[in-house]
């Protein structure tokens, strides 16, 4: 097993990049990459970082040059020969051959395009900007590398023991929440944590532990490098980016409260089984349930992603319920600011009603909150998000308001077009 603090203290970015592989990125953008190239290939879309916890200064913590030879080493990335054999060969949700011929090529092909980054105060601009398919496979490399940047700011000054005690503090805290998971009859539970991780080997270490501490109830990874080399389930499905481009797409408000079903007739097509997993809540969860077509109700399940998931389940449930659908045989995956606790007081009320599974991000693969002074390495809220497409703003709203996005007066229409009246804001978990 790697020698995580040994690896810190003698890094070197040619030897460790932060982004191995154009596939060290999520299941789900990949599945989502095939229906953009398949559905709206020249939609021209625009990508841009965003910090909602202001208060870390990325600009002042992470150095300029860093951060472009980490950027210009991703955009030197290509599929490799054994890469290209996984996707192609490699049975994933029970389907050979998921990602279509004319797709591998063009990916098998594909060079990320190029970014536009700038200092705004302490603050960095960084966006992409290009043809749909392309510009999108830059968002979890550029979470990851502004994550692990800020990490390897904060670990820079720490001496060799120093780096010893703080990952065996860490590697024990998350092996006490393994050992606590593990001891929930019927758990299923996945990694979701590439995206805002501490490091790419912490991701892997995490994985493993995983793995040896819950065995069958551990469900897979949505890292597809990682699943790749450790020989897991890559899992994950659909994002709230393209409703949120879809809609942008949309001509008038007509077509706007149509969008978010356009995309899930579009998936439809191309998947079926635990594929078939609805995210209702770009524009409200209650509304589009309301308004939903009866087909979608035959879907597998639903993941609950904003909002309190409790409420959020209950509504699933009742919607269910409502179409003649049995809740006992619908999938509804947790997956918003989890952690131990919060996992087994929904396990606790959900199971034995739905099937329960938890899709575990950050507070899995970067919790190191409190172990160095002021905070230093607590994870925090980055996003990289659709924000225009052919030119206009995308929107998303979110049950929890504090997660909204988009100009004011589009926000305003959004909640016209789709019915959302009060909602209750909630502290952003990440």
Known sequence: MTDLAT??????????????????????????????????????????????????????????????????????????????????????????QMFRPDFMEWFENLRLPPYH?????????????????????WEIPALAILMELRGRAVLGGMGRFELQVLYARAMTRIWEKITTLR????????????????????????????????????????NCLIAMRRDLEAVGTNAHE??????????????????????LADW????????????????????????????????????IDSGDPATGAEIAIKWWESRGEDPHEKLVIFSDGLDVAKITELHRQFSGRVRVSFGWGTLLTNDFRGLVPD?????????????????????????NPEKAMGPADEIARYKRVFGVGDQRSLEVVV
Not at 117 to 137: H, I, N, S
Not at 200 to 221: I, N, P, R, Y
Not at 244 to 260: F, I, N, T
Not at 376 to 394: Q, W, Y
Request: proline share 4%.
């Open 183 to 222: 001891d929930l009859d019927g758990l299923r539970i996945a990694d979701f944590g590439t995206r805002r991780r501490h490091s790419h080997m912490w991701q892997d270490w995490c994985v493993q532990a995983m793995t040896e501490g819950l065995g069958s109830k551990f469900t897979g990874t949505s």
């Open 375 to 399: 905070n230093g390495l607590a994870p925090f809220s980055l996003v990289c998000k659709a924000v225009e497409a052919e030119g206009r703003p995308t929107v998303k709203l979110s049950d």
């Open 7 to 96: 690896r810190v203290w003698n890094h070197r970015w040619k030897i460790d990049p932060i982004v191995r592989s154009l596939i060290d990125t999520d299941f789900y953008k990949l599945l989502m990459c095939q229906s953009v190239f398949r559905n709206k290939p020249d939609t021209q879309v625009t990508f841009s970082l965003i910090n909602r916890t202001t208060s870390i200064p990325l600009a002042d913590l992470v150095d300029e040059g860093e951060l472009r030879e980490q950027l210009d080493h991703v955009r030197s990335l290509s599929l490799t020969r054994g890469e290209s054999t996984w996707m192609r060969g490699n049975t994933f949700y029970g389907k050979r």
């Open 242 to 263: 393209l409703p949120m481009v879809y809609s942008a797409l949309a001509a008038d408000d007509a077509a706007l409260a149509r969008a978010p079903y356009d995309v």
């Open 268 to 303: 439809h097509e191309e998947h079926d089984g635990n594929l078939r997993i609805i995210l209702p809540d770009t524009y409200g969860t209650t509304g589009f349930l309301q308004n939903a077509p009866d087909w979608l109700a035959g879907w597998t399940g639903i993941r």
């Open 117 to 137: 980054l700038e200092r705004k105060g302490d603050q960095y601009e960084l966006t992409f900007e290009g043809a749909w398919p392309e510009v999108m496979l």
